[in-house]
């Protein structure tokens, strides 16, 4: 768990957190979750199963737990019982409880399962969040993307940065992101379920300029 002035960062595996802000509750992509992560608030990049399923968001879901999601999400959600959702897209900004959270585009640029298909393709809609809390702090959770121009100067306090490469950055295209996207904080995901390691996570923080923290999975 990693703490920013009184935010509660917990790291839930893969691309998934628990962002805590006083007494509200946060979570982000949750994905083979050994236990319950109950939240007020479930933020989905995208659809695909590491992401969204219905097996995770279950162990999430309050019974007022409000969801928001991409369209492509809308089958698991309804599989898991989510009855407060909110679709989003790129460039949206909604207040939710103590958290306001904007949607940044999430895309491959040089990531493909064959020629000419990204495994996530910009004109899907696929997002990453910056989720502002009730103290001021910015958090960049950047989605399964590439290095990609929308980046440029988000300036958040903390950025959750995938490093394992095959779907998305590399170690060194997460180093180019985090000097274009300017955070204070660094926190790699994206490593140790599917692909990626801790050595991709020591290698990026043994070569950042900024703060980087490990955490471990909780």
Request: charge should be neutral.
């Amino acid at each position: 768990m990693y703490e920013h002035k009184g935010i509660k960062i917990t790291w839930l595996g893969h691309d998934g957190f628990k962002i805590q802000d006083g007494s509200e509750t946060l979570v982000i992509d949750p994905f083979k979750l050994d236990h319950e992560a109950r939240a007020d608030y479930l933020l989905i990049s995208h659809e695909h199963f590491d992401h969204c399923n219905s097996d995770d968001i279950k162990k999430v879901l309050k019974a007022n737990t409000t969801v928001l999601a991409i369209p492509a999400c809308k089958g698991e959600l309804e599989k898991a019982g989510a009855k407060n959702v909110k679709t989003v897209k790129p460039g949206d900004t909604i207040k939710v409880g103590n958290f306001e959270v904007r949607a940044i585009p999430a895309y491959n640029t040089n990531k493909f399962r064959e020629p000419g298909k990204p495994f996530h393709p910009k004109s899907e809609g696929k997002v990453g969040y910056i989720i502002k809390t009730k103290n001021g702090t910015t958090i960049y959770h950047a989605g399964d993307t590439d290095l990609i121009p929308e980046m440029d100067n988000l300036k958040p306090d903390i950025a959750l940065l995938p490093v394992s490469g095959t779907y998305v950055m590399t170690v060194e295209e997460a180093l180019q992101a985090a000097d274009r996207i300017k955070p204070k904080v660094v926190i790699p995901m994206h490593w140790g379920t599917i692909v990626g390691s801790k050595s991709d996570a020591e290698n990026f923080k043994k070569n950042a300029k900024v703060q980087v923290e490990i955490l471990a999975v909780e």
